[in-house]
Nanobody, 111 residues
Framework: VQLQASGGGSVHTGGSLRLSCAAS????????IAWFRQAPGKEREGVSC????????YYKDSAKGRFTISRDNAKNMMYLQMNNLKPEDTAVYLC?????WGKGTQVTVSS
């Protein structure tokens, strides 16, 4: 099983990025899926997740109104649209399904 996150990069405050996570060896459709992030010197934290059952979503407070999680079960992909990025969003972003983790993609937001 592999989860490969991509789409990170360096942007200025207020910029946008769209992260993607491609799964191989695992069908995402039956599972809740999530995005986490880990900043240097900080613990990994959950950013957003989406239910497999009804598509309901959860966002950490600081992401509400700025981030949108989505999934495409046909493509076996998950996404995180991030708008109005702030320097405190700087981190490695990782996708998660079941007990599997992607390698992560770096997001850097400069002021």
């Amino acid at each position: 099983v592999q989860l490969q996150a991509s789409g990170g990069g360096s942007v200025h405050t207020g910029g946008s990025l769209r992260l993607s996570c491609a799964a191989s060896g695992l069908r995402l459709q039956p599972y809740n899926i999530a995005w986490f992030r880990q900043a240097p010197g900080k613990e990994r934290e959950g950013v957003s997740c989406i239910s497999s059952r009804d598509g309901s979503t959860y966002y950490k407070d600081s992401a509400k109104g700025r981030f949108t999680i989505s999934r495409d079960n046909a493509k076996n992909m998950m996404y995180l649209q991030m708008n109005n990025l702030k320097p405190e969003d700087t981190a490695v972003y990782l996708c998660n399904a079941v007990n599997y983790w992607g390698k992560g993609t770096q997001v850097t937001v400069s002021s």
